[in-house]
Structure formats: structure tokens, C-alpha cells
């Protein structure tokens, strides 16, 4: 009735999308742990009134789920027609995801010590 074999295009398929994968794991990883340092740093040296708004932001990015998040900033940059590639978007938002967490790790190391 039906055919699921695979084929060599379907393994083709999988191939491009496990290294499409990949690939955006090393861009968001890498950007999402330079600017989680940079956050926790930030956020350590400057007072709780300039921490504030970081602190907001940071709590909105770790509080909504990731689904949410890629579908709302696919929504939001088709609306401002920013024209940018879902692999630009899912980077960003994937990026800032990831800083969330990690500026949370390295302010809570940094006040540990």
C-alpha cells in the first residue's frame, strides 16, 4: 500500500537537514555564551536599578518557551518584512535563548566567590 523505504534522496534530505542542525548549534551556542558572559558581568557590576531592565528581559527569554519564541520572531520579522532567513532567525532567537541561561551561571558564580 505504501512504500517507506528509504531512497538515497531521502538520506540526502536527512544529511542536509543534521548538518543544517549542526550549524545552527555552533552559531547560537558561541554567540549565546559570549553575550551570557557579557550579560553576567554586566549584571554583577552595576546596580539593581541599571540591572533592572537586563534582568526583565533575561527573565521574559527564560520563562517563555523556545517554541513560542522562534514562532513569535518568525511572525514578528515577516511583519516588520525584515526578510531575513529562518536560519538568521532561529540563530537570534536561539542565541539570546541560550545567553539567558548562561548570564544566569555566570552571575551566580561570579557572586559566589
Do not use: H
Amino acid at each position: 500500500m505504501f512504500n517507506t523505504a528509504l531512497t538515497l534522496a531521502d538520506l540526502g534530505f536527512l544529511l542536509q537537514g543534521a548538518l543544517m542542525t549542526l550549524a545552527v548549534t555552533a552559531v547560537s551556542v558561541t554567540a549565546g555564551t559570549v553575550l551570557g558572559i557579557i550579560f553576567g558581568v554586566v549584571r554583577n557590576q552595576v546596580g539593581p536599578y541599571w540591572a533592572m531592565p537586563l534582568t526583565f528581559v533575561l527573565d521574559i527569554f527564560r520563562s517563555v518557551p523556545l517554541l513560542i519564541q522562534l514562532v513569535l520572531a518568525n511572525a514578528f520579522q515577516a511583519i516588520a518584512k525584515l526578510g531575513w532567513a529562518p536560519f538568521t532567525t532561529s540563530c537570534v532567537v536561539l542565541s539570546l535563548y541560550t545567553a539567558a541561561y548562561c548570564t544566569e551561571i555566570v552571575r551566580g558564580g561570579i557572586s559566589s566567590v
